[in-house]
């Protein structure tokens, strides 16, 4: 099992009051699935997002990834555990300004600690698999929305993690520019990776395999998506 | 290889900001600039200072002491003191020679300001030295050409006259003096010599000096109202303080001072001049080392406010570098960088304006400067330490940042 959630929970402490983000998770999720995690805001998704990315760590309950416990680990283990395993594309890209598309997407590289004339060839690979073999010396301001997130996703990529972990990677796009992303994912499904989608549209879920459904801080729902394959 | 490979990364992102940001970048180094410039040139102000003073003084001869009426050194209204001391003579200048076990030579000395001319030439402002043949060891006076006043010359008071280089130029810029009758202050002197070229001595010039017997100085210009400076050359220049003792017991004894009185002469000697010299390049370094730390602290600050700046502007960037991968360790390192890098440019235009400056202070002033390679290194030192303390605390906050909330921050 790639990961496995054993009653999770998640306080946070907003001046006195503590809030209580995540009640008690329990969920497994295999190698090759792809899921999408939704709800409504305030759900605890963004929460199960961070915990489930290494962002965070979680107030009591235990994470398994690749057997390995990550739920107290501290900042630079988990910043390691990000780097290796986890890949991260976010609903607003988070790209460097300054940097071209192949230098974003070498980041994770450099903190690998990866020699310069390797990165580059990876990231290149990267960028290729994505349709950006053209667009590698770009700056992300001189390339349109979609481009932008394939080069998020080329950045996710580069590191061959464990995990593709997408927050709205479709909110700031197009319809049109949106289905041309969930095609690359629907690729990388379908190349071995594991993907996990957080997102509050129906028909972006659909193109998943199972849909885990939060609603203040508990499980729903967790069924498999009929739309989808 | 990781941690080099984190430093030039760390390098090629800091160096991507300040580029960036190349107004904001210039500004912060102002205070670094100034304070660097500051310091490296009164430093050089200094050396250039000390290697003049020294080459200047090393004319006095570090193994003679001059007896005089008058210390070189005075405080305050003592020169009204001093005033008052009896002459020293010619007699009492013999007697010390022949009873001193510690002198080399001692050469008696009067000075008197004369114009000096040849024909239609004639110069202002020389200075007219009566002394004996010992003066050619006590000054370690080396002939140009022609000889000194030997002891015959001396004891005869004949007048002749040894002419320092410039004398002899300008009264004879197209002929040899040699043998030459010449005009010191109205009265005939025969040319026997010329003195070697010595340059200036805290702006006196030491080729305007005419040397003649000193009796024949006493029949012409008066031995009155004149007091004698003695120039005791030391056997060896260990042997200085043991002489200095000595001298100062012979001429108490000569002057016939009781144990209560106080010495009524003064004994100069090189030495002393360093050590005043010294107290006052003292104050010069301590004025150095106060305005440079003032204008670094500020450069400093300066620095650390823009960094924090830049860690604010940057929080996003600081939140998606963790998220893929980088440590505390990483944020921390590339925020050092950038300021040691901010640091280095305040510190490479200081060095360079100092240099500039140093050059134009010593082509336009009489002060020499020089600057040396240690200043160079200095600076280097500052780079890092100036750099590495104002942005630590920066840095810090940056690799401290929560990777969620810096996501999130807009």
């Given at each position: 099992m790639l990961i496995q959630l054993e009653n999770i929970t998640k306080n946070y402490q907003v001046g006195t009051v503590t809030v209580t983000a995540l009640q008690g998770i329990r969920m497994d999720i295999d190698h090759n699935e792809y899921v999408a995690i939704m709800g409504p805001s305030g759900s605890g998704k963004s929460t199960l997002m961070n915990i489930l990315g290494c962002l965070d760590t979680p107030s009591s309950g235990s994470y398994l990834l690749n057997n390995n416990?990550?739920?107290?680990?501290d900042d630079d283990r988990l910043a390691e555990i990000r780097n290796r395993e986890i890949g991260f594309v976010f609903q607003t890209f988070n790209?460097?300004?300054?940097?071209?598309a192949l230098q974003n997407v070498e980041l994770p590289l450099i903190y690998r600690g990866l020699p310069a004339a390797k990165r580059r060839t990876q990231a290149r690979d990267a960028l290729a698999s994505v349709g950006l073999a053209d667009r590698m010396d770009h700056k992300p301001n001189e390339l349109s929305g979609g481009q932008r997130q394939r080069v998020a996703i080329a950045r996710a990529l580069v590191n061959n993690p464990s995990i593709i972990l997408a927050d709205e990677?479709?909110?700031?796009?197009d319809s049109r520019t949106g289905d041309e992303i969930m095609e690359i994912f629907e690729g990388l499904h379908e190349a071995g990776n594991t993907i996990i989608l957080v997102t509050h549209e129906e028909y972006i879920a659909e193109h998943t395999d199972r849909i885990v459904r939060l609603r203040d801080g508990l499980i729903e729902r967790d069924e498999a998506a009929n739309g989808g394959h | 290889m990781k941690i080099v490979i984190a430093i030039w990364e760390g390098m090629k992102i800091a160096f991507d900001a300040l580029r960036s940001y190349k107004m904001r970048s210039t500004l912060t180094t102002l205070g670094i600039i100034i304070g660097v410039t500051t310091v490296i040139t009164i430093v050089a102000l200094i050396q250039g200072l000390n290697k003049a003073f020294t080459n200047q003084i090393s004319s006095l001869g570090s193994d003679t002491l001059y007896i005089a009426k008058f210390p070189w050194m005075m405080e305050g209204n003592s020169f009204w003191v001093y005033r008052n001391r009896r002459n020293i003579t010619v007699k009492e200048a013999e007697k010390l020679a022949d009873l001193s076990?510690?002198?080399?030579a001692v050469a008696p000395t009067l000075y008197t300001n004369r114009p000096i001319k040849f024909q239609e030439n004639q110069l202002e402002g020389a200075i007219i030295v009566g002394t004996t043949e010992q003066y050619l060891i006590t000054a370690g006076f080396v002939p140009e050409y022609g000889r000194f006043l030997t002891a015959n010359d001396v004891s005869h008071n004949r007048p002749v006259v040894v002419l320092g280089s410039e004398i002899a130029e300008k009264l004879f810029p197209n002929s040899d003096p040699l043998g030459k009758r010449i005009t010191l202050g109205g009265h005939k002197f025969r040319v026997i010599g010329v003195r070697e070229k010595r340059g200036t001595f805290f702006g006196n010039n030491l080729d305007a000096y005419a040397y003649i017997p000193i009796g024949a100085f006493q029949s012409r210009f008066g031995a009155q109202f004149r007091s004698v400076e003695i120039a005791v050359k030391v056997?060896?220049?260990?042997l200085l303080d043991e002489a200095e003792l000595e001298l100062t017991g012979l001429m108490r004894r000569i002057r016939g001072l009781s144990g209560d009185k106080e010495n009524d002469f003064a004994v100069n000697k090189q030495v002393a001049l360093q050590d005043t010299y010294q107290r006052l390049t003292g104050v010069l370094w301590a004025v150095a080392i106060g305005v440079g730390a003032i204008s670094l602290l500020v450069g400093g600050i300066g620095i650390m406010n823009i960094l924090l700046v830049s860690v604010t502007e940057r929080t996003r960037e600081i939140g998606v570098r963790k998220a893929v991968g980088a440590r505390r360790g990483d944020i921390l390192l590339q925020f050092l960088i950038e300021s040691v890098m901010i640091c280095a440019l305040g510190v490479t235009i200081g060095v360079v304006l100092a240099i500039g400056l140093a050059k134009v202070i010593s082509v336009t002033t009489p002060l020499p400067a020089s600057i040396q390679l240690w200043v160079v290194f200095l600076g280097l030192g500052f780079v890092f330490a100036i750099g590495l303390f104002f942005g630590i605390y920066p840095a810090s906050k940056a690799a401290r940042l929560n990777p969620i909330e810096a996501l999130r921050y807009e």
């Open positions: 416990r990550i739920s107290d680990l790209l460097l300004p300054r940097a071209n990677p479709t909110g700031n796009l | 076990t510690l002198a080399q056997k060896s220049p260990e």
